[in-house]
């Protein structure tokens, strides 16, 4: 299977330091320091170790600018998102996927034009919709793979 190359990998902590140079195209350590210090608690310490991070990750570039340092961000932030979505589909049956984009859409506040866009998404889909999704995982990593070898199952029925 091809593989697409996927962003580094962002911890929790680092991607809240990248909304903020996403958000303001480029930062000092000082300004991150101001934006994240009380919403996060953390000291200056743990701020600047996170963008050395994201640095030596290749997320961010840096430059000298006298005595500080301007961070830029090395990846877009919409390119980064969709990695990181993609990265979660890929971790679970095709079967499924409608099932947890119906959870996601569930569980967020959206407005009505959110809603309007989803519609015409949808809309739009049912020109390539199949009846049935394939299954593309190794056979006994996911429930329809079991069920047609019914090993697992099978091991199930007998019990321990
Ligand atoms: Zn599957």
């Not at 640095?55 to 390119?79: C, N, P, Q």
């Not at 119906?102 to 809309?123: N, P, Q, T, W």
Request: proline share 2%; net charge negative.
């Amino acid at each position: 299977m091809a593989m697409e190359i996927l962003s580094p990998h962002i911890t929790e902590a680092e991607w809240e330091v990248m909304r903020v140079v996403w958000a303001n195209g480029q930062v000092t350590s000082k300004e991150v320091i101001s934006i994240l210090e009380d919403k996060m608690n953390w000291k200056a310490p743990t701020i600047k170790t996170l963008l050395g991070r994201l640095v030596e990750k290749g997320a961010l570039d840096t430059e000298r600018d006298g005595k500080r340092f301007i961070y830029t961000a090395a990846m877009e932030e919409d390119d980064t998102v969709r990695d990181y979505t993609s990265d979660i589909f890929s971790r679970i049956c095709n079967k499924d996927v409608g099932h947890v984009i119906g959870g996601m859409v569930k569980a967020h506040e959206l407005s009505f034009d959110d809603i309007r866009y989803l519609e015409e998404i949808l809309e739009k889909k049912k020109a390539t919709a199949v009846e049935e999704v394939s299954c593309r995982c190794v056979p006994g990593q996911c429930q329809c793979n079991v069920n047609h070898h019914g090993r697992i199952r099978r091991e199930n029925n007998d019990g321990e």
